[in-house]
């Protein structure tokens, strides 16, 4: 198994501005992925986050609003750019091999 | 394009029911099928992974079965307790990449 960790844990933002989260996971893990979960929505991929490539965005998704780095095998950021009240979100990450592991999730309040 | 659904939106049960949760997936070609648990302000919690190639998984209370030739498949919950109070989401592993997709949950809620 693998346990993932992620900062912060919940944050509140001004809109027109960017929030960076990070994802940390205790072992290495080939794939590793970010999700958004939407007030009272289930989970939507937004990119699987490639180690030493560009992340694959998922339709919906661009890298100018959802830039990810991924510069090793136990570590992934995601940025929330120019955010606005609709990123308002749970932002999760997962990352393991053919069972697939979470984060706690950020909580993201954009004002 | 794989789509999952999750049947019953929400659940409310007393406590000590044997109970069934319920989920179909469109695409029957998988990789395999992942149950999720997900507390309010949580993240997931993976319960039972189940590979393409097998029917089901147990663990303690749960049994979770998988007929991919009908895209279904069913998570059972053995005299349910309070704690089990949760959203229970089903996410399908198409290829080996490993992203998922998920269902809309099942939101249970066992009553003592």
């Known amino acids: 198994s693998a346990v993932i960790s992620q900062k912060p844990s919940r944050d509140i933002c001004q809109r027109g501005t960017s929030l960076t989260i990070q994802c940390q996971v205790d072992s290495q893990v080939t794939m590793m992925f970010w999700y958004r979960q939407q007030p009272g929505q289930s989970l939507t991929l937004i990119a699987t986050?490639?180690?030493?490539?560009?992340?694959?965005?998922e339709s919906g998704f661009v890298i100018d609003k959802f830039p990810i780095s991924r510069p090793n095998l136990t570590f992934s950021t995601l940025t929330v750019s120019n955010m606005s009240p609709e990123d308002s979100s749970i932002y999760l990450c997962?990352?393991?091999?053919?069972?697939?592991?979470f984060g706690p999730g950020t909580r993201l309040t954009v004002l | 394009k794989q789509e999952v659904t999750q049947i019953p939106a929400a659940l409310s049960v007393p406590e000590g029911e044997n109970l069934v949760l319920n989920c179909s997936f469109t695409?029957?070609?998988?990789?395999?099928l992942q149950w999720f648990r997900q507390d309010p302000g949580k993240g997931l919690t993976s319960l039972l992974l189940?590979?393409?190639?097998?029917r089901e998984q147990t663990s303690g209370r749960l049994n979770a079965s998988l007929d991919k030739s009908s895209g279904r498949s069913t998570l059972y919950i053995a005299a349910s307790q309070p704690g089990d109070s949760a959203t229970y989401l089903c996410?399908?592993?198409?290829?080996?990449?490993?992203?998922?997709?998920f269902g809309g949950g099942t939101r249970l809620m066992v009553k003592p």
């Open positions: 997962s990352g393991g091999g053919h069972e697939q592991f």
């Open positions: 189940i590979q393409s190639s097998q």
């Open positions: 695409d029957s070609a998988i990789y395999n």
């Open positions: 986050a490639n180690q030493g490539s560009e992340a694959t965005y």
């Open positions: 996410a399908v592993n198409n290829n080996a990449g490993n992203m998922l997709t």
